[in-house]
């Protein structure tokens, strides 16, 4: 089964300004660490459990029940990449890594791609080495419907009653921390220039064979999650002495650690198709600084830009300081 991936910052997030991180000491620069997260998920060996009740049926005393009965009923599916997402974003040692890494990453990029990895493997292995905990999913409410023919004889010759359940099965999904990708974008005036232009770093002309160089490759083992699927199609009937709801809350997950033997099992080679950073940082960051939208006006810019330029070499070339040079 092929992995799923889910990128958080969410790419529709990052087509704004907003949804990228303002270095404080330097106005025209920004930047973002994005995560990418993949998803692969196992099949069980283990039997399918029972579920609530859909129908009960009454056989008398020495009597067969043969009936073609049309059920409809309600249940509820657990939404599991969008749980996910939900527990990725609210999971604190994450936040903590993402913070961490920001505030590194402003420092000192070149040097986040060698330590990224190592930080996030102890923070990652000291957080989820013992950890067992239960979730409520996100769920989806659907309907469906049951054709189904009942043949039931009372063999001993008294009355039963019988149940028809739900059929569950427990699945696993490993989640991993695949990729992470990061990028700058600040405006600079060229050097006899006055507006302001869009940088991006690392710079995009540096991609080589289809990789990005503000990609890293990580492929941290983070956890496995537990859930349960409904059998499609699938229903029990059992007499009601015997019937024993074994799947109470079917919204409910868990999440452990991943088991070794799984953990080695897998390597991320391409990055998920999704919008690259270099791309969105197009669309949230207009080419040049005077056209950034925000509570500010173009002319309200463009005064701040012509404010700064004062004693640059456009100042002294172009502007006020090139007619006090011929006055003088």
């Not at 699945?171 to 050097?191: M, N, P, T």
Request: glycine share 4%.
């Amino acid at each position: 089964m092929g992995a799923k991936y889910i990128s958080i910052p969410f790419f529709g997030e990052l087509t704004q300004e907003k949804g990228w991180s303002h270095d404080g000491e330097q106005a025209c620069r920004f930047y973002v660490a994005r995560m990418h997260f993949a998803l692969r998920e196992r099949h069980l060996c283990e039997e399918t459990k029972l579920g609530t009740e859909i129908a009960a049926f009454q056989v008398d005393a020495g009597v067969g029940l043969e009936n073609v009965n049309v059920i409809e009923e309600e249940h509820t599916e657990t939404a599991l990449e969008e749980s996910i997402r939900n527990l990725l974003v609210e999971d604190e040692v994450l936040l903590s890594l993402a913070s961490t890494f920001g505030t590194k990453f402003a420092a000192s990029p070149s040097e986040i791609s060698s330590n990224f990895k190592a930080e996030a493997q102890h923070r990652v292995k000291a957080s989820y080495s013992n950890s067992h905990k239960t979730h409520q999913a996100i769920t989806n409410r659907t309907k469906r419907t049951h054709t189904v023919k009942i043949n039931i004889n009372s063999a001993d010759g008294l009355p039963k009653k019988f149940i028809m359940a739900k059929e569950y099965k427990r699945c696993a999904c490993d989640v991993w921390l695949a990729f992470v990708d990061y990028l700058f974008v600040d405006y600079r005036r060229s050097f006899f220039g006055l507006r302001k232009k869009r940088r991006k770093e690392p710079n995009p002309n540096l991609i080589k064979n289809g990789v990005h160089p503000n990609v890293i490759k990580v492929n941290l083992p983070l956890f496995t999650i537990f859930h349960w699927k409904l059998v499609p199609n699938g229903q029990s009937i059992v007499e009601q002495s015997r019937y024993k709801l074994e799947v109470e809350d079917p919204s409910s997950i868990t999440v452990v650690p991943m088991a070794e033997e799984h953990s080695h099992a897998r390597q991320f080679v391409m990055m998920p198709r999704v919008p690259t950073l270099y791309q969105l940082a197009s669309a949230a960051f207009p080419l040049k600084w005077i056209h950034r939208t925000g509570p500010w006006s173009e002319e309200e810019l463009m005064k701040i830009e012509e404010d700064e330029a004062k004693s640059t070499p456009w100042w002294m070339r172009h502007g006020s300081g090139a007619k006090s040079s011929q006055k003088s």
